[in-house]
């Protein structure tokens, strides 16, 4: 177990010291974070909580540790549940820091979707990869309108039928406007939302098209999420 | 003047600020009275008190002062009497008389220093074409300064907290991270580019913002200081009943602010912001804790946020950026519904 002494620091370097900690440490290791003041004892455990760790504290007269497993490194910041449907801020707004410890067990076990694709053929067969579903606009393929039109429409209303659903749908562009009233798929994507798929959908693209007010169905989102979306899902599906 | 104010104190800014939630909770037993010339007061949590006094204008007043946030006493001055001016603008009037709050010890730091932060808070006034009309020194420790300040606007063109509605653009007009870049300084953290963008900024008068929302007829504003963007949005969805949805990707941001939070400089007044907004506020998932908590960073002397129209969003947007704001951006909307803060 590794401990970081941040005695006699004031925030927010206890905060910089445990994160440059946890950023060299090894995944499932632990590490305890000795310190003392209210004040750094407080944001630390906010910070833990924001981070999606669960800790355990003591308290020996004025100093306290706290104490966690390393949990799997993320990429570049993008959590790794995004495609895990796990984090409870979304589920409950204003919720999030009240159930820490399952929490952080949730994201601590989250990773294992995220194992990374192409190792073992067996294995791909006997798992099928988490996918996502990208609907950029309102055909499927390239070539007669009407035809195209006609296939994401069928695509689309197939979809809830699979046994693999994809873990997310995520709508950009043109295809945003799938996701609004009127729309052919409308029932079909919101049977697929029922059944756990995310549906995230384009805000900038809903903006420019003047649709945000007619979403029926997903969440809206930004590039920001889209992009890290992108790459991270193992598989992406362009129909 | 060769005296490092930051040596003085841990919590400079509107970093300093009492938590919002602890404020409201004990105000409430407090009644205030008022006539029908009020026109705004504390109910709304607004930036400043407005009383009219004839048809055609109003007063509005307001105070703010603060502990230092930098090392040096002129621009420490010129930032806390910036950040004062502030209010008055978000509320779409001018400043027209102020008076300096001062605290400051009798001995241990040189009197020039004093000196030096009065004289740059007056250059912010004369900046602002307001008149300093006295001021009140106490002896204090630590040295805290800031500005009483009246203004003055046409009640037509006045800019509340509680006018935001649904289908209205969400315009800020400076870059957020002040809170973030302070903490990293004083840690030695930060790109001397990036901290002196931010001290830059702090001193940059929120005027241009005022005369848009009057010449393209704003009428729900506010300043984003000491509680953060989600804080402040918070007070004025609730002030308003209705949601404010920011996309977090489009929020200006000053260049390495983001990169100091995901090492863990996350100061400890994001966090009091953050449990302030908790009960209303919404995050996206899978939003990076570093956006979420950019959200939170306590600005001092920030920018105005604005509830524009959505035809004439991009042309304030557009002038501002030619103006004094080249950071100014669209960065969201507002939508019907009970309060909350929504980051995607």
Redesign the interface.
């Known amino acids: 177990m590794a401990t970081i002494d941040v005695r006699g620091l ?4 206890p ?6 900690a946890l950023d060299k440490a090894e995944a499932g290791s632990t590490l305890q974070i000795v310190g003392n003041g209210e ?1 750094p004892f ?2 630390l455990k ?2 833990l909580k ?2 999606g760790i669960a800790y355990k504290e003591t308290r020996v007269d004025e100093e306290w540790i706290l104490a966690f497993t390393v949990p799997e490194k993320k990429k570049e ?3 790794a ?2 495609f895990c ?1 796990v ?1 409870p ?2 589920a409950e ?2 919720n ?2 009240e159930n820490t410890a399952e929490n952080g067990e949730k994201k601590a076990a989250a990773p294992k979707a995220q194992a990374m694709p192409g190792i073992n053929i067996t294995a791909h067969l006997n798992t099928p990869l988490p996918y996502m579903v990208v609907i950029k606009s309102l055909n499927m393929g390239q070539g007669e309108e009407a035809l195209g039109t006609l296939l994401m429409k069928s695509y689309v209303n197939v979809l809830p039928e699979l046994d693999h659903l994809p873990q997310v749908i995520c709508m950009y562009n043109e295809g945003v406007k799938l996701a609004i009233e009127g729309s052919p798929v409308l029932e079909s994507l919101q049977k697929l939302e029922s059944k756990g798929v ?1 549906i995230i959908v384009c ?2 693209c809903t ?1 420019y098209y003047k649709v ?2 007619q979403l029926k169905v997903g ?7 889209i992009a ?2 992108l790459s991270t899902i193992p598989n992406v599906v362009y129909p | 003047m060769n005296f490092d104010l930051l040596s003085t104190t841990q919590t400079g800014g509107c970093s300093a600020k009492l938590p919002a939630g602890l404020l409201s909770g004990l105000l409430k037993d407090i009644p205030l009275p008022k006539n029908d010339h009020v026109l705004v007061d504390i109910e709304t949590h607004d930036d400043a008190g407005v009383y009219q006094i004839q048809d055609d204008l109003a007063l509005i007043v307001t105070t703010d002062f603060f502990p230092p946030l930098c090392s040096d006493a002129r621009t420490f001055g010129r930032i806390a009497a910036c950040n004062a001016l502030s209010d008055v603008y978000a509320m779409g009037g001018t400043p027209l008389l102020t008076l300096n709050l001062t605290l400051f010890p009798a001995e241990g730091i040189p009197l020039e220093v004093l000196h030096d932060i009065l004289s740059g808070g007056q250059e912010m006034v004369n900046e602002a074409g307001a008149f300093t009309m006295g001021g009140h020194t106490i002896v204090d420790e630590v040295p805290k300064y800031g500005l009483a300040v009246v203004g003055t606007v046409n009640p037509e063109n006045l800019a509340t907290n509680d006018a935001a509605q649904d289908g209205d653009v969400l315009i800020l007009t400076k870059a957020l991270g002040c809170g973030v870049l302070i903490a990293a300084h004083r840690l030695g953290m930060a790109e001397e580019s990036s901290y002196q963008k931010a001290l830059a900024q702090m001193q940059k008068l929120n005027r241009q913002g005022a005369e848009l929302m009057r010449k393209y007829h704003v009428r729900c504003a506010t300043d984003v200081t000491g509680f953060g963007l989600a804080g402040h949005a918070y007070k004025m969805a609730i002030a308003s009943g209705c949601q404010l949805h920011f996309h977090t990707a489009d929020l200006p941001v000053i260049p390495g602010v983001l990169e100091l939070l995901e090492a863990g400089c996350v100061p400890g007044a994001a966090f009091k912001n953050l449990d302030f907004a908790r009960p209303g506020l919404q995050v996206a998932e899978g939003l990076a804790v570093e956006r979420k908590m950019l959200c939170c960073d306590a600005q001092t002397s920030g920018g105005l946020l604005m509830c524009a129209k959505p035809d004439v969003a991009e042309a304030i947007v557009t002038e501002l950026r030619q103006g004094d704001f080249p950071d100014a951006a669209i960065v969201g909307s507002v939508k019907k519904g009970s309060p909350a803060v929504v980051l995607d």
């Open positions: 004031a925030c927010p370097a905060l910089i010291k445990t994160k440059q004040i407080g944001n906010n910070y924001e981070l910041g993008v959590v549940e995004s449907s984090n801020e979304a707004p204003g999030g820091t995310k805000g900038t903006e945000s007010g969440t809206i989102s930004n590039m920001y999420h890290s979306l």
